[in-house]
């Protein structure tokens, strides 16, 4: 289960938040395909007073490549995998939002959606016979681009977590659940982009703010999904905490805390003739 910000409002959104498919090691599929409906609820950005609800469409991909994968880590291009070590390329993503909607940001410039790419190390530190127990520390590190006509590099996000992933819970069978936690930790360029205020901003509410790096907060996410022959359901529930985070005095944090949360469906209309070995 990838741990992410709140995505974009396509595939990159459900592949950060939702836990794709995972499967016993078996001849599966190289591809599949569909597409589907979520409904996701979720703050304009993290500490903001403000939320929405989007209904969006929900790209279903699986690929099992040698190199290039997406699956229920997520979409990535994989450099280097042994039994207890992975090194690959991850992305994720944020939401645009209109300032003249957000009261805390009202006259300041709207924030342009963005996408974060970077080298992810993930270890496994324990698991059971067939995997049906697996417990990860993952250390993704990303530089984040904002997605417009000149796009503009905005810092970087350090991620570190550990995601415990549950094949079977509770006798459940076909379902898997997946939990992640971990800190956050972001430059102070990435913060300034979200919570600093310049002076031609400040108001009597909004004083000026020079937001610096640093910690930024915990998250933990818990994520189910389970793949019927046709189609696929999931769903996510996290907990964002700001307490203690380098920047929790600027005047765009109005909350320090927030639960998100959605749900998708997606049928799968197509797969590959070719078959190969999966975990």
Same mark, same amino acid.
Do not use: C
């Given at each position: 289960?990838?741990?992410?910000?709140? !995505?974009? %409002?396509?595939?990159?959104?459900?592949?950060?938040?939702?836990?794709?498919?995972?499967?016993?090691?078996?001849?599966?599929?190289?591809?599949?395909?569909?597409? /589907?409906?979520? !409904?996701?609820?979720?703050?304009?950005?993290?500490?903001?007073?403000?939320?929405?609800?989007?209904?969006?469409?929900?790209?279903?991909?699986?690929?099992?490549?040698?190199?290039?994968?997406?699956?229920?880590?997520?979409?990535?291009?994989?450099?280097?995998?042994?039994?207890?070590?992975?090194? &690959?390329?991850?992305? &994720?993503? !944020?939401?645009?939002?209109?300032? %003249?909607?957000?009261?805390?940001?009202?006259?300041?410039?709207?924030?342009?959606?963005?996408?974060?790419?970077?080298?992810?190390?993930?270890?496994?530190?324990?698991?059971?016979?067939?995997?049906?127990?697996?417990?990860?520390?993952?250390?993704?590190?990303?530089?984040?681009?904002?997605?417009?006509?000149?796009?503009? !590099?905005? /810092?970087?996000?350090?991620?570190?977590?550990?995601?415990?992933?549950?094949?079977?819970?509770?006798?459940?069978?076909?379902? &898997?659940?997946?939990?992640?936690?971990?800190?956050?930790?972001?430059?102070?360029?990435? &913060?300034?982009?979200?919570?600093?205020?310049?002076?031609?901003?400040?108001?009597?509410? +909004?004083?000026?703010?020079?937001?610096?790096?640093?910690?930024? *907060?915990?998250?933990?996410?818990?994520?189910?999904?389970?793949?019927?022959?046709?189609?696929?359901?999931?769903?996510?529930?996290?907990?964002?905490?700001? *307490?203690?985070?380098?920047?929790?005095?600027?005047?765009?944090? +109005?909350?320090?805390?927030?639960?998100?949360?959605?749900?998708?469906?997606?049928?799968?209309? /197509?797969?590959?003739?070719? +078959?190969?070995?999966?975990?």
């Amino acid at each position: 289960m990838k741990s992410s910000i709140p !995505t974009t %409002k396509t595939a990159l959104l459900l592949a950060g938040l939702l836990t794709l498919p995972a499967a016993h090691a078996e001849q599966l599929p190289l591809w599949e395909a569909g597409l /589907g409906v979520a !409904t996701i609820s979720l703050p304009n950005y993290r500490g903001a007073d403000e939320s929405g609800t989007y209904v969006l469409p929900a790209p279903y991909f699986v690929y099992r490549g040698d190199f290039f994968k997406a699956d229920r880590d997520g979409i990535r291009s994989v450099f280097f995998e042994s039994e207890r070590v992975e090194v &690959n390329i991850s992305l &994720n993503a !944020t939401l645009p939002v209109d300032s %003249k909607d957000n009261p805390a940001r009202r006259g300041m410039s709207d924030l342009k959606p963005t996408i974060e790419l970077g080298p992810t190390a993930s270890f496994t530190l324990w698991r059971t016979p067939g995997d049906k127990v697996k417990l990860d520390l993952r250390t993704p590190v990303r530089a984040a681009i904002t997605i417009e006509s000149s796009p503009k !590099t905005i /810092g970087w996000v350090f991620s570190p977590n550990l995601n415990l992933d549950i094949k079977d819970p509770a006798g459940l069978a076909g379902w &898997n659940l997946g939990m992640l936690a971990g800190p956050l930790f972001q430059s102070r360029k990435y &913060n300034d982009y979200f919570y600093s205020v310049g002076a031609a901003d400040a108001t009597a509410a +909004r004083p000026a703010y020079s937001a610096p790096g640093g910690y930024a *907060g915990s998250q933990f996410t818990m994520a189910m999904s389970k793949r019927f022959p046709r189609y696929w359901v999931g769903g996510f529930l996290r907990y964002d905490t700001l *307490g203690g985070a380098a920047f929790e005095d600027s005047s765009l944090v +109005r909350k320090r805390s927030a639960v998100s949360a959605g749900v998708a469906v997606a049928w799968v209309f /197509g797969e590959s003739s070719t +078959r190969v070995e999966a975990d």
